[in-house]
């Protein structure tokens, strides 16, 4: 692999993709970024009150804002979930390199989000996470590169086969 090509990872919340992106830089010796803590560190505010108080639409334009402006190398970057709703971002980052669909069945995801409320998860009014699930399915499949299938699985056996498949 190119040493100075990213690794895109994009997929529902709860699917892990922070959990395996450190681990996929610590074994590849790359940086890991993720990017709700820099959207976090640019606006100052945590993405939970962005989306209550400023709204989804203007939570999107901030990601979209930071996903765009975003110059890595040689990084694992594990995204927020929303970030495949902007085709712009998703164009920005797999410049850079390669996307990878941390993917899990609904009924695994909904039962590693407990903290919905508090997450800064992107939910339209009155939808809910299986409608978030089934309209973002599509849109992680249209950008991944790569697809891991998560389910059932630990942490590791799902990073080894991401390294086989890298």
């Known amino acids: 692999m190119n040493d100075s090509r990213n690794i895109i990872l994009i997929g529902m919340p709860g699917a892990g993709k922070s959990t395996i992106g ?7 010796g790359m940086d890991f970024i993720d990017t709700d803590i820099i959207i976090q560190q640019r606006t100052g ?16 334009a901030v990601e979209e804002t930071v996903l ?23 164009t920005a980052l797999k410049r850079g390199g390669k996307a990878v669909y941390i993917s899990l069945p609904y009924e695994e995801v909904e039962k590693r989000i ?28 249209k950008y991944s590169d790569i697809t891991i299938d998560c389910s059932g699985r630990d ?12």
């Open 22 to 28: 450190v681990l996929l830089a610590k074994a590849l």
């Open 45 to 60: 505010r945590l993405l939970q009150d962005i989306i209550d108080n400023d709204g989804i639409d203007a939570f999107l």
């Open 68 to 90: 765009c402006s975003l110059e890595l190398t040689n990084s694992v970057i594990a995204t927020g979930g929303s970030a495949v709703y902007s085709d712009k971002a998703m």
């Open 114 to 141: 407990t903290n919905i409320t508090t997450r800064g998860i992107v939910l339209r009014s009155g939808n809910t996470l299986r409608d978030a699930y089934n309209e973002r399915v599509p849109l992680y499949e």
């Open 155 to 166: 942490i590791e056996s799902s990073m080894r086969e991401l390294v086989a498949k890298l």
